[in-house]
T-cell receptor, first 117, second 115 residues
Framework: GAGVSQSPSNKVTEKGKDVELRCDPI?????LYWYRQSLGQGLEFLIY????????KSGLPSDRFSAERTGGSVSTLTIQRTQQEDSAVYLC???????????????FGDGTRLSIL | AQKITQTQPGMFVQEKEAVTLDCTYD???????LFWYKQPSSGEMIFLIY??????QNATEGRYSLNFQKARKSANLVISASQLGDSAMYFC????????????FGPGTSLSVIP
């Protein structure tokens, strides 16, 4: 079956513009995660969805970042008034239900490479 | 606070030899899970192996095995018979029962396999 799909794969935009990143998880996966990975760095946790709800938004770097998930499926990460420090690869992952079963691995998309000029 | 440490930023191994990548973690939660992921230069994150905190035996998955020492809070990844395709970044990750909405990752170890 299809894996986690992210779009666009690459996005170049000017500082100050808004961007929207999309994640389509594996069908049936209720848990969805967003991470940010800067060049040569590890993964920075941004937000987690269980179904459509995100119980903790404290991982989002600033109030310019927001995320939503509708229908328990597709999620969008929106960055308003982009800054150069927002340049990174944004990774999305999904899993069956990490809450009930700790052994469910995350399946990652290929990421969106965001470059702010 | 939960934290993962990978003390080896870069490692080299000769092809066909075994290599151990270190991972130590800190948590007060007795129920947790540990994962290892591989990230080749192409960027995709690939799940390798899982170890639960209550698992009695060390996890194994093909050429990958996990040296789990619970008392020392370490979960080292052992790759046997290294192949050139094993060259990648390797990340140790953890989730835990009381805060299952987070999965935290270590900083990663870059492994280079030398022919």
């Amino acid at each position: 079956g299809a894996g986690v799909s992210q779009s666009p794969s690459n996005k170049v935009t000017e500082k100050g513009k808004d961007v929207e990143l999309r994640c389509d998880p594996i069908s049936g996966h209720t848990a969805l995660y967003w991470y940010r990975q800067s060049l040569g760095q590890g993964l920075e946790f941004l937000i987690y969805f269980q179904g459509n709800s995100a119980p903790d938004k404290s991982g989002l770097p600033s109030d310019r970042f927001s995320a939503e998930r509708t229908g328990g499926s597709v999620s969008t990460l929106t960055i308003q008034r982009t800054q150069q420090e927002d340049s990174a690869v944004y990774l999305c992952a999904s899993s069956l239900d990490l809450g009930r079963q700790l052994n469910q691995p995350q399946h990652f998309g290929d990421g969106t490479r965001l470059s702010i000029l | 606070a939960q934290k993962i440490t990978q003390t080896q930023p870069g490692m080299f191994v000769q092809e066909k030899e075994a290599v151990t990548l270190d991972c130590t973690y800190d948590t007060s939660d007795p129920s947790y899970g540990l994962f290892w992921y591989k990230q080749p230069s192409s960027g995709e994150m690939i799940f390798l192996i899982y170890q639960g905190s209550y698992d009695q035996q060390n996890a194994t998955e093909g050429r990958y095995s996990l040296n789990f020492q619970k008392a020392r809070k370490s979960a080292n990844l052992v790759i046997s018979a290294s192949q050139l395709g094993d060259s990648a970044m390797y990340f140790c990750a953890m989730c835990w029962k009381t805060s299952y909405d987070k999965v935290i990752f270590g900083p990663g170890t870059s492994l280079s396999v030398i022919p």
